[in-house]
């Protein structure tokens, strides 16, 4: 099993910056990707970013966060963050922290992903 902590979020004013922080204990060696997901009240939980945290630190974004968020990794704390800025009242959610131990390419979406954090919500005010 693999155990996902985040933490880090909160109220922002449009513009600001937030970084989110998922800490991964347990059998991190199974697991290749590291994701952020986020939800939004009424709607599907979505991709936002992930990377491959053992091999070549390869990114994704989605294209509604690229230019504006970064995944960059700890390894030596099993850790890894979500650096969030220029942020918009549309990025209001819950951002969930995921684990996959796919290793063929970074999934982005939540069927291969097995591990999930219990989420935190970010606010953003206009």
């Known amino acids: 099993q693999v155990q996902l902590v985040e933490s880090g979020g909160g109220l922002v004013q449009a513009g600001g910056s937030l970084r989110l922080s998922c800490a991964a204990s347990?059998?991190?060696?199974?697991?290749?990707?590291m994701g952020w997901f986020r939800q939004a009240a009424g709607k599907e939980r979505e991709f936002v970013a992930a990377?491959?945290?053992?091999?070549?630190?390869?990114?994704v974004y989605a294209d509604s966060v690229t230019g504006r968020f970064t995944i960059p990794r700890d390894n030596a704390k099993n850790t890894v963050y979500l650096q969030m800025n220029r942020l918009k009242p549309e990025d209001t959610a819950v951002y969930y922290c995921?684990?996959?131990?796919?290793?063929?390419?970074?999934?982005?979406?939540?069927?291969?992903?097995?591990?999930w954090g219990q989420g935190t919500q970010v606010s953003v005010s206009s």
């Open positions: 995921a684990a996959s131990d796919f290793a063929l390419d970074i999934p982005t979406v939540t069927s291969r992903y097995t591990y």
């Open positions: 347990g059998r991190t060696f199974s697991t290749y990707v």
């Open positions: 990377i491959n945290w053992k091999s070549g630190g390869n990114t």
